[in-house]
């Protein structure tokens, strides 16, 4: 009953007029950037955090998370009709949706994509009630060993599960620890690789960071490669027919139960959960040969698959302060703008931030069949504006956005800065997103490790001795173990081949 | 193919070098010990654990070979760089407006197509854009011309 008492909190929250404009507005320019190649929801969000301080804080979590969800459903948009993924999770609804789109089937491809996505949507969101209190209640019992090794798996499994070099990766990782210290140290107040810059004596900004790796470096490459884009399809009848309807029931199913599991492992999200489930259909279905001409499932699938899991990866962020990929990570520094420590308080300390946001997110799934069906048209338009617009606009828009964070001028400088380090990232095969979880982490990991070799006197057993945290550290080498296996290394590096 | 150009040696040459430069500029930081921890010991431990995944990336990519850099193209890294900095400099001595006039200039300078016409049209939507937004709407505390508003 407590639960109905929750969502009933959460939904006089969220249907507040104030939250659901927010609500809109987030799943609007969602929706937006989703379509919109060259701009992801990483480098949104962090070009938005510096305006979120202005707004009050659920409506600000609500704005963002409208986005993260949003660009799932814009990003299929694109993918269908013109054969351009807005997103990376919706590169594999490219296959089969721009195919049937050829086949005259647009409109029935977008509107199963929309409606199985929203289904997907609302199951994600049941499902983050139901594990909330429980996921909570286990992180409160957790000492600073066990939080220290809860980390240590996220920031392993995240790096195991994206897709590139794990040794690079975790490398990365240690780098972004390594930029996270940078600032007053809390128990001493040394300063520390603040290079007498006043500006970095309260630590390292991670929204110009995120800017300039994720935006930046972006359209610099996306300069450098010339975008080009074809004219789109038109849409036609929205309906599917009854054949479709009937194939695309079970793929649904599927797609939402693989994504909502995949979206709570730490480095899980949208992107993973799209290409299993795209696996799994082809795997399952009697005539694989149709997959790649058309095949209804490889887009409905996918598509609840990657909502599902953009749903779920909420999870360990809100109930135990850990982000499990970047926009999460992001979506961490949100709260602490808004003077909210992530982690297991927060429900019980501001259970209408929590529940609230939790029943918008349906709201917004709601919110968002409206916006993708009857005004895909108005998207579409927006496919026309050549890039040599956007470019220059997302620039203006992450400088305007980095001056805000504090009227200095200095975080435009350390965009710029970050911008060239993004783009030797890329250059160099390194994946951003592991560096910036440990950027966020960084602090706090520290913290607990100081904490825990304090609380121990100095032995570092203290992380075997306690039961969660040699519980946690198992589990993390098990998953570096497995890694160096040959053969799981091998199918790993083709999985993630597919995806390039 | 020159083995020391591949992606996987240059990166990990990039880790021992982050690495290097927290050592350097961490040496005055007390260490402390295992109990209390001073400043410097969780950055020391982090920069030994970087040199070490740097050196190893770098044996394995020189034994493997592994895939060659692409060659840089300079100008959009450049003018796009450039860009943001002259915005930088300009934005609180002159106001929003010449900011944006020179980001969006130098910046269109980097793509493949530079057409005149675009680029004003370009700015004179962006300037109305921001100022509402940024000005009217939000109520930042910026001004749009230095001096005028």
Known sequence: ?500 | MNRFLSKDFLSGLMFIAFGLIAIYFGQKLAQGTAVRMGPGYVPRMLSYILLGLGGVICVVALITGGEPVERIKWKPLTMVTIGIVCFALLFERAGLLPALVVLVFISSLGGEEFKLTEVLGNMVVLAILCTLVFKVGLGMNISIIQGVW
């Open chain 1, 1 to 500: 009953m407590e639960l109905l008492h929750n969502l009933a909190l959460g939904l006089s929250v969220a249907v507040s007029l104030q939250n659901l404009l927010y609500a809109l507005l987030g799943c609007m320019v969602g929706t937006l950037i989703g379509v919109l190649p060259g701009i992801g929801p990483v480098a949104t969000i962090a070009m938005l955090l510096p305006i979120t301080f202005h707004l009050p804080p659920t409506a600000s979590l609500i704005m963002l998370a409208g986005i993260y969800y949003g660009a799932q459903y814009g990003g299929s948009t694109t993918s269908i009709l013109v054969n351009l993924p807005g997103e990376a999770s919706s590169v594999v609804t490219c296959l089969d949706g721009y195919q049937m789109a050829r086949k005259g089937r647009a409109g029935a491809a977008l509107s199963i994509s929309a409606v199985g996505s929203f289904f997907a949507g609302t199951v994600g969101t049941i499902i983050i009630v139901i594990f909330a209190e429980p996921l909570t209640r286990m992180a409160q019992k957790f000492g600073p060993a066990d939080y220290c090794s809860l980390m240590a798996l996220g920031l392993v499994a995240a790096v195991v599960l994206a897709s590139g070099s794990v040794m690079k990766a975790i490398a990365m990782v240690f780098l972004g620890l390594l930029f996270g210290l940078v600032g007053t140290d809390v128990n001493t107040g040394a300063q520390r690789f603040t290079f007498d810059v006043p500006e970095l004596s309260d630590g390292i900004d991670f929204a110009p960071i995120a800017m300039g790796l994720f935006g930046i470096a972006e359209i610099v490459v996306n300069l450098e490669r010339h975008l080009t884009r074809g004219g789109a399809i038109k849409v036609g009848s929205l309906w599917p027919t009854r054949e479709e309807i009937r194939r695309s029931i079970p793929a649904v199913l599927r797609g939402t139960t693989l994504g909502a599991l995949l979206g709570v492992l730490p480095g899980g999200g949208p992107t993973l959960g799209a290409f299993s489930a795209y696996t799994l259909e082809k795997k399952l279905s009697k005539n694989p040969g149709e997959f790649g001409k058309g095949a209804v499932e490889g887009v409905a699938s996918p598509e609840a698959a990657n909502n599902a899991a953009a749903q779920t990866s909420f999870i360990p962020m809100l109930t135990l302060g850990i982000p499990s990929n970047a926009v999460m990570a992001l979506m961490v520094g949100a709260m602490i703008i808004q003077g909210i420590q992530p982690g297991p308080e927060v429900m019980t300390k501001k259970p209408d931030l929590f529940w609230g946001m939790i029943v918008s997110m349906w709201v917004g799934n709601l919110m968002l069949v409206i916006i993708n069906l009857p005004m895909i048209g108005m998207w579409v338009k927006l496919l026309t504006v050549p890039y040599r617009f956007l470019a220059p606009a997302i620039l203006l828009f992450c400088c305007i956005g980095a001056y805000s964070l504090q009227n200095s001028t200095f975080h435009v400088m350390q965009v710029a800065l970050f911008g060239v380090i993004g783009y030797i990232f890329v250059r160099l095969g390194c994946e951003g997103a592991p560096f910036l979880l440990g950027l966020v982490l960084g602090p706090q990991m520290e913290e607990y490790f100081r904490r825990a070799m304090l609380l121990s006197r100095g032995d570092p057993m203290v992380f075997l001795e306690r039961p969660i945290s040699l519980g946690l550290l198992i589990t993390t080498a098990l998953l570096l173990i497995l890694m160096a296996l040959p053969s799981i290394k091998k199918a790993r590096e083709e999985a993630f081949q597919e995806e390039g």
